[in-house]
């Protein structure tokens, strides 16, 4: 067991501090060949992309996660499968659309066959550790398949200025002890090769500091607020793994499980609705070098993408999936070249397949039947259709093109995409689970009373 055992004492990044050398396109290529590379996968609960400065937020909620960005890959548009994390994450980890993954409400489990990323690392010799703090993720669901430690890090008191700044928060600790858990990890253990996986999730509960508390007081501003906050937690981890000298021999991820609403679309929060806001989340990768430029891969991509793509970079088999590796793009975007312009090998933005969301509006409700809501996205065009409490099934169309923030309704001037993806979505539904029906469980009281905890809804 891990046991969350210092004080956690934040130190920001000078803002000249990058210890990896500079590396080259040639070098991306070779990481597969290094038989000392860790990884490292961060995933920051609730984090919408567009409030990061690196996807051209104009409030500096970021600088940290900006700095190193400008360094690594950066995805300009990427979906989540979900806005509920459970149904999110299980497609993550599966790289499987949620029909296929099987996970789309509260007591499903996922199956012992799902061939999860962690088995394959740990089959390769890493030695394979899980500090979450979101009960969604936790063992009783099927997510500590492959890790040799799952556990939720132990909460220290929290500290005064949180508490002034967060007067209702439950006494349920923040990111700090999991930063702090996997430092201490790796003082101990960080000589084998690893895998560490965070999931954070003080921006979840909007926690920040009286440092971090600089955007404002309304809701929006909080989510800002805290965005922030989780950006000095990451600070102190970069800062110590450079002083470690961690990040010469790490591949580092940065992804989120979903976004959040302001009422752009009538609606706050997440678990709800699969729009823009709810769904478009950030995917970095930091190598164990630096590239001059950053780069920018601009075709739409997916969270089922990440783990083929990362198992690719380490030249690792991946299973089968609704995903498929980005490396190709990587490496030639690294080169210069332009989608649709002088590149072969990677499509136009606007060319992918079809991308998906889906969410089960009855997730925390067992006695009702399923009313699925699915997002199809395909190039501007977003595609949602949801089915209401009273029955009604409503059908959606945006163009991102002359709507970015995809607020204009376009079902009735555009019949023709409208009815294409309609099909495209009555086809996805169709799929069967790969490992068939999921398991379920019997959620106990205090499983259900930590969930509550953090907001869910459940029964």
């Known amino acids: 067991m891990l046991v969350f055992l210092s004080t956690f004492v934040k130190v920001h990044m000078p803002g000249d501090w990058d210890p990896r050398p500079l590396g080259s396109v040639g070098d991306i290529a070779k990481l597969r060949q290094r038989g000392n590379l860790n990884v490292l996968f961060i995933l920051v609960d609730t984090l919408r992309a567009d409030r990061l400065g690196m996807y051209g937020y104009e409030r500096d909620t970021s600088p940290t996660l900006d700095r190193l960005a400008s360094s690594g890959v950066r995805f300009a548009r990427n979906l ?36 999860m990323p962690a088995e394959i690392l740990k089959s390769a010799g890493f030695h394979t550790i899980g500090l979450y703090r979101n009960g969604w993720v936790a063992p009783s669901f099927g997510f500590d398949q492959g890790f040799d430690v799952y556990e939720r890090p132990v909460a220290p008191p929290l500290d005064p200025k949180i508490r002034r700044e967060n007067p209702t928060l439950s006494d349920v600790g923040t990111d700090e002890s999991v930063i702090a858990t996997a430092m201490e990890f790796l003082r101990t253990q960080g000589h084998e090769r690893w895998f560490l996986y965070l999931h954070l999730m003080d921006l979840h509960e909007y ?46 991820i940065l992804a989120s499980d979903h976004g959040e609403g302001f009422g752009e679309h009538g609606f706050e929060g997440h678990a709800r609705k699969l729009y823009r806001e709810m769904t478009e989340v950030p995917w970095v990768l930091l190598f164990p070098f630096r590239l001059e430029p950053g780069v920018v891969v601009e075709s739409r991509t997916q969270n089922v993408d990440l783990w083929p793509t990362v198992l690719d970079i380490l030249g690792l088999p991946a299973p089968e999936s609704d995903g498929r590796s980005r490396l190709p793009e990587i490496l030639a975007s690294a080169r210069g070249e332009k989608p649709g312009v002088n590149s072969p090998t990677i499509e136009k933005p606007d060319g992918n397949s079809p991308a998906i969301s889906h969410l089960d509006q009855t997730w925390g409700r067992p006695h009702e039947t399923a009313r699925p809501t699915v997002a199809v996205v395909d190039g501007p065009l977003r595609y949602v259709r949801s089915q209401e409490d009273d029955g009604r099934t409503i059908e959606q169309l945006f163009d991102a093109t002359g709507d970015p923030a995809e607020l204009r309704d376009r079902a009735r001037e555009d019949k023709e995409s409208l009815e294409r993806l309609s099909k495209v979505a009555d086809e996805y539904l169709e799929k069967e689970p790969r490992w068939g029906k999921a398991p ?8 259900l009373g930590q969930l509550r905890a953090l907001g869910y809804a459940v029964p």
């Open 440 to 447: 379920t469980k019997t959620i106990s009281e205090i499983e």
């Open 80 to 115: 989540s499968q979900s806005s509920w994390t459970k149904a999110s994450m299980a497609s993550l980890w599966t790289s499987l659309y949620p029909t296929r993954s099987g996970i789309s409400r509260f007591d499903q489990v996922l199956p012992s066959d799902a061939s």
């Open 207 to 252: 926690i920040h500091d009286e440092e971090s508390a600089r955007f404002g007081t309304r809701y929006t501003d909080s989510y800002d607020n805290s965005i922030r906050w989780v950006d000095g937690v990451l600070s102190t981890l970069f800062a110590f793994l450079g002083d470690s000298g961690y990040l010469n021999n790490t591949l580092v």
